[in-house]
């Protein structure tokens, strides 16, 4: 008789040991989580909101979260468990106020770098975002984005869906920095550029 309520205890104190590790395992494996959701709900900012945008890439996923204040674009990485490897809020708003724009990057390996765009567009008109490094034009001359194109060596086109764009791209160190987000409409005009 001992040894049944012994055997029961201790399973009883598995139970409980398992239901910890699964419950607050994420809070100790170092920023990852058990689920896709988690990853995206419970890293920064933490907030609760909704996805508005999401695109695979291998085992990375772009995602748009959407608080109901500000929108952030995160990176989510997919190895077993999920991890949020870059958040960055889309909070630079072009002079005009047309659009909404950031970019992040972080190392990968060597000197390549997980590199991500994202632009949240107010002006209905925009229904594509460009995004270049051609080098400043000191004299104020307006190119046109064939110029554009032939003077970068990151020019990504980004689709407008329900008012969002993004997108993952890996580009050398050398590369990251210097980006010029213009918002063109139907036509290829230019409307917004930050």
Do not use: C
Request: net charge negative; hydrophobic share 45%.
């Amino acid at each position: 008789m001992k040894g049944r309520v012994y055997i029961k205890k201790r399973y009883f104190i598995i139970l409980i040991l398992l239901m910890t590790i699964i419950l607050l395992g994420p809070s100790f494996l170092g920023g990852y989580f058990w689920t896709e959701r988690s990853a995206i709900r419970d890293s920064f900012p933490n907030e609760d909101g909704t996805v508005v945008f999401e695109k695979d890439f291998k085992n990375k996923k772009v995602v748009i979260w959407d608080t109901g204040q500000n929108k952030y674009i995160k990176l989510i990485e997919n190895n077993f468990l999920y991890r949020p490897i870059l958040v960055s809020g889309i909070d630079a708003k072009t002079s005009d106020k047309k659009m909404n724009v950031t970019w992040s990057a972080t190392n990968r390996e060597g000197e390549i770098y997980d590199t991500l765009f994202a632009a949240e567009v107010l002006d209905e008109d925009i229904v594509k975002v460009i995004v270049s490094n051609e080098k400043a034009n000191l004299e104020g001359e307006k190119l046109s984005l064939k110029e554009v194109e032939e003077q970068s060596t990151i020019f990504v086109e980004l689709d407008v869906n329900d008012g969002v764009a993004a997108h993952y791209i890996l580009i050398p160190y050398l590369e990251v920095g210097n980006f010029i987000f213009r918002g063109v409409d139907a036509e290829g005009n230019v409307v917004s550029i930050f």
